[in-house]
């Protein structure tokens, strides 16, 4: 099982929105997806009680009961988890940076996000976690010119020598309409732009979590979580989450 960390240093920067398409994304290639949810807004926890159809499994955890998460998630043949993270919480940040084997990290082109991308190098730094630095929100090109925020943000990540995913995503309504419905743009919109660049994107981030398919590699049994697997986790999930609370 590979656990993949979105995270954030400030609120606002679609972290949720990154992490609800990534678990999909995953989902409709065949693998079994597990979503944690962290964040005490649960907001990806509303988008999975929006959605009408199949999906990833989600459970509403605390970091403090992340590890009995991850443990019986294996032991259920998950593929990935993915943890959306609550912004700027550093004892929360750090146990699911610990719990990760691949931390992506949103940020908006702009001065004050690129600020606060600092404790995150620092944190992934400290515990030896490899992390890449998506560009979300970003403005729409004018022409073939990209906004001067976007080139200077690029920029200043490689001169610090951080990774950089190869695709960034732009400020497009099909997001925001998408998740409304429980949804993600590929689902949506799959003709649009922001189908292209979730697709994209995920290509990337897959090869990062899994850098060689093994011979004879078969995608998962399941899709979905069987009920009673599901069950089995979500109830190891609430008696950690109702430990750590103690």
């Known amino acids: 099982m590979r656990t993949l960390a979105v995270l954030c240093q400030k609120g606002g920067t679609g972290k949720t929105t990154v992490a609800v398409h990534m678990a999909v994304a995953a989902w409709a290639g065949q693998r079994t997806v597990l979503m944690a949810d962290l964040d005490p807004q649960r907001s990806s926890a509303e988008w999975r009680r929006m959605r009408s159809g199949p999906g990833p499994g989600l459970i509403e955890s605390k970091p403090g009961a992340l590890f009995v998460a991850q443990q019986a998630a294996e032991r259920a043949g998950v593929d990935l988890m993915v943890l959306d993270t609550r912004p700027a919480g550093d004892t929360d940040t750090a146990e699911a940076i610990r719990a990760a084997d691949l931390c992506l990290v949103a940020l908006r082109p702009s001065f004050f996000d690129l600020k606060a991308t600092q404790r995150m190098v ?17 403005s729409s090109r004018r022409g073939d010119r990209e906004p001067p925020a976007v080139l200077e943000t690029i920029d200043a990540l490689r001169q610090r020598g951080l990774v950089l995913a190869p695709v960034g995503l732009r400020n497009r309504a099909a997001y925001q309409s998408a998740v409304a419905k429980g949804m993600t743009a ?38 979905r979580l069987p009920s009673a697997v599901m069950a089995n986790v979500a109830a190891a999930n609430a008696a950690a989450v109702g430990a750590a609370a103690e």
Request: proline share 9%.
């Open 186 to 223: 590929g689902e949506y919109a799959p003709e649009s732009a922001a189908a292209r660049e979730i697709s994209l994107l995920w290509t990337h981030m897959e090869q990062a979590l899994w850098p060689a398919r093994p011979v004879g590699h078969t995608p998962a049994r399941f899709r």
């Open 122 to 138: 620092e944190m992934t730094d400290a515990m030896n976690k490899p992390a890449i630095f998506l560009l979300n929100q970003a």
